[in-house]
């Protein structure tokens, strides 16, 4: 899986399946834009956590591990992941 930043579209909001517009629509919800606010601000915030959620996670693949437990009985498996992102 590939973890996407996203970028803003013309209008500043962050583009639709990437983390950024997750975490404008997340914002939207717990702070609706005002009558008259540029939604440009509020992309470009969100945007730049994404960004460095993500790039702090490759940075860091290291420390996420990924368990799964074996359904036949035979114990569980550890797997180290890689973080890719555009």
Do not use: C, F, W
């Not at 914002?27 to 969100?46: C, F, M, S, W, Y």
């Amino acid at each position: 899986m590939t973890l996407h930043i996203g970028s803003l579209d013309a209008s500043g909001r962050p583009t639709a399946a990437s983390m950024a517009g997750a975490i404008y629509d997340s914002l939207l919800t717990q702070v609706p834009l005002g009558a008259n606010e540029d939604p440009h601000g509020r992309g470009k915030i969100a945007l730049a956590i994404a960004q460095g959620v993500i790039q702090y996670l490759a940075a860091n693949h290291d420390a996420v591990h990924v368990t799964v437990r074996n359904n036949y009985g035979h114990g569980t498996h550890e797997q180290s992941v890689t973080i890719d992102y555009d």
